[in-house]
């Protein structure tokens, strides 16, 4: 028998991931689950400027009021269900004001749900990371570093706060062997620049004891950040995904590496018939502070928001139903993807991400390929 709020919280998140693995097993258009992960953009004014970052520099920032008595109200029986809560966004959430409050906010409603946040590990409040490593809830940092050493980090951020960044991140790892809270992930976004430290980069995070280091591709946002895509170097990307493979399983730590570039004359990305279709559409929401509903990070445009509609009418909405449809099928948007279709990696097009542009936003890329550091 179930004895308290929190064992029938537990239980009813529990009913409904299994539903929501079946019903992707199923390849079901119409889901009675609803998604297992929620990724919240709560964006932040930003202390770094890293070379690679898709943020742009006039979106708006979070406000707590506003999301407590808007699209908040509107996600909590999706989030009370969920079994992780993604809190990222453009900028630094943990360098807002109301940061201490926005992981009360979420510990004391959503205890049971597991928490991710992505930063850049700079924040010299002491205070925020103790909340999230003291906390009773179960916190994942990514800790979005691209480089372990001073000068490469300080090429990437654009900024001289590597020392403070080292302090907060050998902190966390001793909290994490000390208490098993927050877990613990090293994010690198491989660009030109900075690929061949990745091999360190992966030795630097076995010698702190991480849960896993993750690297990724850079995705080219503005026209003018294009020379920073390994689509430029291939056989460089690939020899340090190698080397960085080999670090990894000497050292014994947990490593998660795109794949590799196949060079010309490989086949062209497969399309139908996949018997593994990408789980994003089933498994997954993101909302933007606006209401905006996006199937994934790397997905075009999509035209669901929060603000016409409740959760419900857009997840087995016709814009929902359409993709999952073409997902198990292995068409659609899975011919392009950078991250679950390895054939995908040879074409351009899967390095760049093309939302759609109005006018002002090729003006404002304007601006921008003009600004100074
Ligand atoms: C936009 S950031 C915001 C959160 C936080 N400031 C951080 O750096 O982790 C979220 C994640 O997106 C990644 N990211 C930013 N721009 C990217 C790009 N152009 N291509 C691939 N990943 C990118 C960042 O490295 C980070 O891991
Ligand atoms: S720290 Fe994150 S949001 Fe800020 S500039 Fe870097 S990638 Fe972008």
């Given amino acids: 028998m179930l004895k308290t709020d929190d064992d029938q919280l537990k239980a009813a998140q529990a009913e409904n991931t299994r539903l929501n693995i079946q019903e992707y097993l199923d390849r079901r258009e119409l889901l009675a689950s609803t998604p297992q992960r929620l990724f919240l953009q709560v964006n932040a004014p930003c202390n770094a400027d890293c070379l690679f970052c898709s943020k742009g520099y006039d979106y708006p920032v979070f406000d707590f009021a506003d999301y407590e008595s808007g699209i ?4 909590e029986p999706v989030l009370t269900r969920a079994r992780e809560v993604v809190l990222s966004g453009s900028g630094e959430l943990l360098g807002l004001p109301e940061a201490e409050r926005l992981l009360g906010y979420f510990n004391e409603r959503f205890p049971h749900v597991d928490k ?34 001073a000068a490469s ?6 900024r001289g706060f590597h020392d403070q960044v080292m302090e907060n991140v050998r902190y966390l790892a001793a909290q994490r062997r000390k208490g098993g809270n927050p877990a613990l992930n090293l994010m690198f976004i491989m660009t030109t620049l900075n690929v061949e ?3 360190d980069f992966v030795r630097f995070g076995a010698e702190l004891g991480v849960d896993r280091i993750q690297a990724g591709y850079f995705y080219v946002y503005e026209a003018q950040q294009k020379f920073l895509s390994l689509f430029f ?9 190698d080397e960085a493979r ?6 014994g730590v947990k490593v998660d ?7 010309p004359g490989a086949a062209a990305p497969a399309a139908g018939g996949s018997s593994d279709p990408c789980p994003e559409p089933w498994h997954q929401a993101m909302v933007n502070p606006g209401g905006r509903i996006l199937p994934c990070d790397v997905y075009g445009d999509f035209p669901e928001s929060l603000a016409e509609k409740d959760f419900d009418a857009i997840w087995n909405g016709p814009a929902y139903r359409e993709l999952r449809r073409k997902a198990a099928a292995g068409q659609g948007c899975f011919l392009t993807c950078p991250r679950q279709n390895p054939a995908a990696i040879d074409r351009w097009e899967s390095h760049v991400i093309r939302r759609h542009k109005e006018d002002r936003l090729i003006l404002k890329e304007y601006h921008e390929a003009m600004r100074r550091p």
């Fill in 72 to 75: 908040g109200r509107k996600l």
């Fill in 116 to 149: 991710f946040i992505a930063t850049n590990a700079s924040h010299p409040n002491r205070r925020v990371w103790e909340l999230i490593a003291e906390s009773g809830s179960r916190y994942t940092l990514q800790l979005s570093l691209h480089s372990s050493d």
């Fill in 153 to 158: 980090h300080g090429l990437m951020t654009r």
């Fill in 197 to 199: 430290k990745l091999p």
């Fill in 233 to 241: 170097k291939q056989d460089l990307a690939n020899r340090m995904i």
């Fill in 246 to 251: 080999t670090v990894a399983e000497n050292l």
């Fill in 257 to 263: 590496l795109p794949p590799k570039f196949r060079g």
